[in-house]
């Protein structure tokens, strides 16, 4: 072998001696992580956003039951979101009458409704020992709780198949139907058994 040669494969570490009494240093060839291993390494992503619907009605608390005995992660950051609509309480005569103290006096009971759920669903959570936080929303229930669910980075919603809403349906509640149509994540519609029984 020349002494060039052997100079220069010695100084890129491949050659059998060193020529000259000159010290080449070796230095260790950089490593590469792979795809896989940089995966294994990072920490891995268990919980997820879940949005849960719940406007107080046995069809919301059966979803959110459901959710929670067979799909919640004690990782996961759930959000209750309680949207009632409204007036849903006040009979159409009433509000044609335009009569405002019985208007009034029916918009405070909804509003004492609406801290009654607030109450049920702290304490449901409770009982299943699920961290959370509750949301009130605003608008339309199926249009707030799809743009909560986008707000929020929500991974899944979970509602009940129907609810306290003004508008009913035979097989799905108009905003469980809303919700599953517009949501840009997936959507659990979880239905209680008394609409198994209408259904038969």
Known sequence: ????????????????????????????????Q????MAEESPKKTGKNVLIAMDGSKHALYAFEWYAKNLYHPDDNVIMAHCAEPGVNIPPTTL????PTMIQTMMKDHEQHV??????????AKKYNIKHVLERLHG???EAIVKAADSQNADMIVAGSRGFGTLRRTIMGSVSDYIVHHSKVPVMIC????????LK
């Open 191 to 198: 239905k209680h058994d008394d609409e198994h029984v209408k």
């Open 115 to 124: 801290m009654d759920t607030f109450k049920t669903i702290d304490q449901l």
């Open 1 to 32: 072998m020349s002494g060039f040669l052997s100079n220069l494969l010695g100084k890129v570490g491949l050659g059998g001696g060193h020529t000259s009494g000159q010290t080449v240093e070796q230095t260790a060839a950089p490593v590469i």
């Open 140 to 142: 339309p229930p199926g």
């Open 34 to 37: 792979t795809d896989t291993q």
């Open 96 to 99: 044609m009458a335009g009569n």
